[in-house]
C-alpha cells in the first residue's frame, strides 16, 4: 500500500512472560494466539492511516503496543528486557502457515 514501508517493526528480543502454572503447550498456544492477535490489531490500525502519516517507527510504536495488550489480555507480559535472573536462549520467531495450529498435536 505505502512504497517504502515493507516492515513493520525492528528486529527485536521479546520476553514473553506467562503464568507459572501453564504446561508448555498452552503456553505456546497462547503466545501464538496472542502475537497473531497484535499483528491483526496492526494489519486492522494500518488501514486507517494514509501513508503520509506513515513510518517504520510509527509502524513500529503500534506493534510493540499490540503485542504488549495481546499479552496482557491473556494474563501475561511482553518486554524487551529479559527477566532478573534469565538464563535462557533467545530463539527465532518462526511462523508455520502449513498444517494445523493447534500446539498440542
Not at 57 to 64: E, H, P, Q, R, V
Request: aromatic share 16%; glycine share 8%; proline share 3%.
Amino acid at each position: 500500500m505505502c512504497p517504502g514501508t515493507g516492515i513493520a517493526a525492528a528486529y527485536q528480543n521479546y520476553y514473553f512472560h506467562l503464568p507459572a502454572h501453564w504446561n508448555s503447550n498452552f503456553a505456546a498456544e497462547k503466545s501464538a494466539d496472542a502475537l497473531a492477535g497484535a499483528f491483526f490489531d496492526l494489519q486492522k490500525w494500518f488501514r486507517t492511516k494514509t501513508c503520509g502519516h506513515l513510518d517504520q517507527t510509527a509502524l513500529a510504536f503500534k506493534l510493540d503496543e499490540f503485542i504488549k495488550d495481546n499479552f496482557k489480555e491473556i494474563g501475561g507480559q511482553a518486554t524487551r528486557s529479559a527477566p532478573l535472573g534469565w538464563s535462557g536462549t533467545v530463539r527465532a520467531y518462526k511462523e508455520d502457515w502449513m498444517g494445523s495450529d493447534d500446539c498440542y498435536n
